[in-house]
């Protein structure tokens, strides 16, 4: 089982009856069998082999079925050297990777670098924070989450641009996967799972405060062969069926990628931060103190992204525990961070927003009893949003 100080877990649980992780096969650090921040995961359906977007390593790391890590690749120099991967996707014998620099890598799944595609703006096979990626498996077509462009890129079989769709729906989807009958996309900003049809038409979207969601801060999502749908969130796996009711929510430290395996078994892959130990053994003041001190420390100014993950963390904490100065704070010193990119500035800002609106609801709607006190609190957390839009 995993223990307070196991930073980096992955665990396998079995959705279709009693859910609750097994075994705990990954700690965070740098040596081959470790993970460092990881992001997205799959499967290799053909072999059982287990691909993971390691983060911090920059790198993939393949583990077989039982968790055994197998080897790594795309951290040699060259062409193909990793920059920060977050989502992959496998189609036959070939895998594709979206990175934090904006461009696309592809490679065979043995490892072995294939080409490079795609750079930053906001043009055809031009990407701004790519996040999720899956194949049409019948055709070999990619579908990528283009976030920040809030779209959907389409790209051949060859690797070239096809189409784009959702402009008008999207804000900043994080993740796709297809069935016979949809396209689902999960979508950060007010956060909701999309259904478009296969002629790019949106056909349904579920709002995250409906019965069964309730999404606070998604990452990832898989469509099982029923349509039920698994989805990383904050602290804990969703588990809906075919019609989004809700089947299972399971607390997970900082669960963040997600697949199924060919045993019908969970897979799901855990981020961490020094934090994590703090929180584990309820020191929550602590952790925030610990992620305010790398918000203001000088040395990760130039780790925009990183730090963003970080504010993330922190302003989460804040809302949690009712520390309305402290994410103030920490925000302030965010927007030191973002003074040449305020659109992430603006993007932080509008999920702690969200993370925030969507606690007040939840406490308004809670059977207990809430003081006068705690609500204050809460409605003090919402309202710094619009002071810190003018900083």
């Not at 081959?32 to 059982?48: A, H, V």
């Not at 690797?159 to 396209?183: A, R």
């Not at 969703?238 to 669960?255: G, Q, T, Y």
């Not at 305020?342 to 932080?348: A, E, G, R």
């Amino acid at each position: 089982m995993a223990t307070a100080n196991t930073l980096e877990r992955k665990f396998s649980v079995d959705y279709k009856s009693k859910i609750q992780p097994i075994v705990s096969v990954c700690k965070m650090g740098e040596r081959l069998e470790n993970l460092k921040g990881p992001r997205g995961m799959t499967i290799d359906n053909s072999t059982g082999d287990i691909y993971v977007a390691d983060w911090g390593n920059n790198c993939v790391k393949v583990f077989d079925c039982n968790g055994q890590i197998m080897f790594k690749f795309g951290d040699e120099e060259g062409e193909g050297k990793m920059n920060r991967p977050i989502g992959l996707a496998i189609c036959r014998d070939r895998v594709l990777i979206t990175q934090i620099n904006n461009c696309i890598l592809n490679y065979q799944v043995n490892g072995k670098f294939i080409s490079k595609m795609g750079k930053p703006g906001e043009g055809d096979l031009e990407f701004y924070y790519p996040h999720g990626l899956t194949f049409d498996q019948s055709n070999g077509e990619a579908y990528i989450c283009d976030s920040e462009n809030h779209r959907i890129q389409i790209l051949s079989k060859e690797l070239t641009y096809k189409t784009q769709f959702g402009q008008d729906n999207l804000k900043s989807p994080l993740d796709v996967k297809l069935t016979k009958e949809f396209i689902y996309i999960l979508d950060r900003s007010n956060p909701c799972l999309h259904l478009y049809n296969y002629n790019l038409i949106l056909q349904k979207s579920i709002i995250s405060r409906g019965d069964g969601l309730q999404l606070i801060n998604p990452f990832f999502l898989y469509v099982d062969n029923s349509t039920n749908v698994l989805i990383t969130d904050y602290n804990c796996i969703i588990f809906v069926d075919s019609k989004f009711a809700l089947i299972h929510r399971i607390s997970i430290a900082s669960p963040v990628g997600v697949t199924v395996d060919n045993r019908g078994r969970v897979i799901v892959v855990c981020d961490g931060y020094e934090h994590h130990e703090f929180i584990e053994v309820d020191k929550y003041d602590d952790a925030i103190e610990v992620l305010f001190d790398v918000l203001r420390n000088k040395r990760h100014r130039d780790k925009v992204s990183e730090q963003s993950l970080v504010t993330i963390k922190f302003c989460q904490l804040c809302v949690d525990h009712g520390k309305t100065t402290s994410a103030k704070d920490g925000l302030y010193q965010f927007r030191i961070i973002c003074s040449q990119n305020l659109i992430l500035f603006h993007s932080v800002l509008e999920k702690f927003l969200n993370y925030s609106n969507d606690k007040l609801v939840l406490m308004h709607s809670s059977a207990q009893t809430r003081s006068a006190q705690e609500k204050s609190v809460m409605l003090d957390l919402v309202e710094i949003v619009p002071f810190m839009m003018v900083i």
